[in-house]
Nanobody, 117 residues
Framework: QVQLVESGGGLVQAGGSLRLSCAAS????????MGWYRQAPGKQRELVAV???????NYADSVKGRFTISRDNAKNTVYLQMNSLKPEDTAVYYC???????????WGQGTQVTVSS
């Protein structure tokens, strides 16, 4: 059974920081691209950052220079360090695991991030 369990969300003031974690089980973690997505109320889910199985990282323009995605393959965990948070970063953040060879695609349950002004 595949599980992606996010943690680390919460309420923070603008300019503050949070670190999200996503612990994966039931998959061969190192072979998956790991990504963070977010969905704000009334908006579509959008890609925030991805860390590929080869170690390449990509970011949405809106978070470049503020967010950092990293992974620890020994711990089957992907992280999202979020600095200089803005109210517009408020959303539910979802962890995603995607294998581009098998096309298997899994999602976590989401964690709420709220940034107050």
């Amino acid at each position: 059974q595949v599980q992606l369990v996010e943690s680390g969300g919460g309420l923070v003031q603008a300019g503050g920081s949070l670190r999200l974690s996503c612990a994966a089980s039931g998959i061969r973690f190192s072979t998956y691209n790991m990504g963070w997505y977010r969905q704000a109320p009334g908006k579509q889910r959008e890609l925030v950052a991805v860390n590929t199985s080869g170690g390449t990282t990509n970011y949405a323009d809106s978070v470049k220079g503020r967010f950092t995605i990293s992974r620890d393959n020994a711990k089957n965990t992907v992280y999202l360090q979020m600095n200089s948070l803005k109210p517009e970063d408020t959303a539910v953040y979802y962890c995603n695991a995607k294998n581009l060879q098998t096309w298997r695609d899994y999602w976590g349950q989401g964690t709420q991030v709220t940034v107050s002004s």
